[in-house]
């Protein structure tokens, strides 16, 4: 999966510019608050059909206009694709020139693996975060699973709105309940599975970098543990926790309380691990990340890496770029990272205040 070039007009500080891609390295430095990471995002409309920075749409419009165009080429599959989004009151997304009618029909198309300094933090922040990480890498192999988590989270709005008003009827709260099971047993068990596929990459990679002093793992913690797999009985439990969860008013059981915890040297990371040990495992996940969706759809996916050579030590930002020096990678720091210069396909943008100037 390669991409060959994005277009921005009037997204965020750009008005209208284009990046046209190399297949292997692409830099784009510059100082901060000019615009470096405003690409990434604008990338990654085109894998999840949203920000990753949790904004709304309008906010991604340049100020005083009134809408803005995103438009893409790619090649995947040996196919060259492109796709387009305009965003003003609403959001119209186009792929090979026809428009689609849902969000789900977009995700999927566009592989790409995105590691950020929030990413660093995934450790030592709450379970949300590593559910949405999760749900981002699992809607990005498996569409369907996408479909699943929005019919999911329909239901269970509807069914926090019942709690939440103090509602007791029982009866449309089977309704939701009922739902709620079919769809949460898929989704625990898809989170499952790809917490097993994880686990022998992370380890490998944790071991390679702290040169095999740390033993790394995934662990699970399901919230509707032995009834992930069977939606009757996961239905009556619900059911039977009615009246506790009107009383809190809210919905207190389901994926949407799952987590997973990093396991170093047999101890919870979050609690026990040094800055520096986290820091390798996120590193660890996020490789890990790319190469299962290589063994799950044959394609490497695009590696966006914003700012994170910041982050990272000396040590760390020379194993990754070892790991990726044969890969799309478009990498954005405040100044033209010397690891990557060496190789003839680098591609390097100065970014400045909304312009791109191409640099041989």
Same mark, same amino acid.
């Given at each position: 999966m390669i991409i060959k070039s994005i277009s921005l007009k009037n997204f965020r500080n750009y008005s209208e510019e284009k990046f046209d891609f190399s297949s292997n390295i692409n830099i784009l430095y510059g100082k901060n608050g000019q615009g470096k990471t405003n690409v990434i995002e604008a990338l990654y409309y085109f894998c999840q059909g949203k920000s990753y920075r949790g904004c709304k749409d309008k906010e991604v419009i340049k100020f005083n206009e009134d809408k803005c165009l995103? &438009?893409? !080429?790619?090649? +995947?599959?040996?196919?060259?694709? !492109?796709?387009?989004?305009?965003? /003003?009151?609403?959001?119209?997304?186009?792929?090979?020139?026809?428009?689609?009618?849902r969000l789900s029909e977009l995700v999927g198309y566009l592989k790409a693996v995105i590691f950020t300094p929030d990413h660093l933090n995934i450790i030592k922040s709450g379970p949300s975060q590593r559910r949405n990480f999760l749900d981002s890498f699992l809607s990005s192999v498996y569409p369907v699973y996408f479909k699943?988590?929005?019919?999911?989270?329909?239901?269970?709005?509807?069914?926090n709105i019942l709690l939440k008003n103090r509602n007791n009827n029982y009866s449309l709260l +089977?309704?939701?309940?009922?739902?709620? +099971?079919?769809?949460?047993? *898929? *989704?625990?068990?898809?989170?499952?599975?790809?917490?097993?596929?994880?686990? #022998?990459?992370?380890?490998?990679?944790?071991?390679? *970098?702290?040169?095999?002093?740390e033993d790394l793992y995934l662990e699970y913690v399901c919230n509707i543990k032995d009834m992930k797999e069977d939606k009757e009985k996961l239905y009556k439990y619900l059911e039977e926790n009615k009246s506790r969860e009107l009383e809190a008013g809210i919905s207190l059981i389901g994926p949407h309380r799952d987590d997973f915890n990093f396991i170093i040297n047999e101890k919870n990371a979050k609690i026990y691990s040094s800055q520096g040990q986290q820091r390798t495992a996120v590193l660890s996940l996020k490789l890990s990340e790319a190469d299962i969706i290589y %063994?799950?759809?044959?394609?490497? #996916?695009?590696?966006?890496? %914003? /700012?994170?050579?910041?982050?990272? %030590?000396e040590k760390r930002i020379e194993y990754l770029t070892s790991k990726i020096k044969d890969k799309q990678v478009i *990498?954005?720091?405040?100044?033209?990272?010397?690891?990557?210069?060496?190789?003839?396909?680098?591609?390097?943008?100065?970014?400045?205040?909304? &312009?791109?100037?191409? !640099?041989e």
């Open positions: 995103l &438009k893409i !080429e790619f090649e +995947s599959n040996l196919r060259d694709m !492109e796709a387009e989004i305009i965003i /003003d009151e609403s959001k119209i997304v186009s792929i090979n020139g026809i428009n689609i009618k699943y988590l929005i019919n999911y989270y329909k239901v269970l709005k509807q069914k +089977s309704v939701w309940n009922e739902k709620l +099971s079919e769809y949460g047993v *898929i *989704i625990s068990k898809y989170r499952e599975e790809i917490i097993k596929k994880i686990n #022998p990459y992370i380890k490998k990679y944790q071991k390679e *970098i702290s040169d095999e002093k %063994d799950i759809v044959n394609e490497y #996916p695009i590696l966006l890496l %914003d /700012d994170i050579t910041s982050e990272l %030590d *990498i954005t720091c405040t100044k033209k990272e010397k690891n990557l210069l060496n190789n003839e396909n680098t591609r390097i943008f100065k970014i400045k205040e909304g &312009k791109i100037a191409r !640099e």
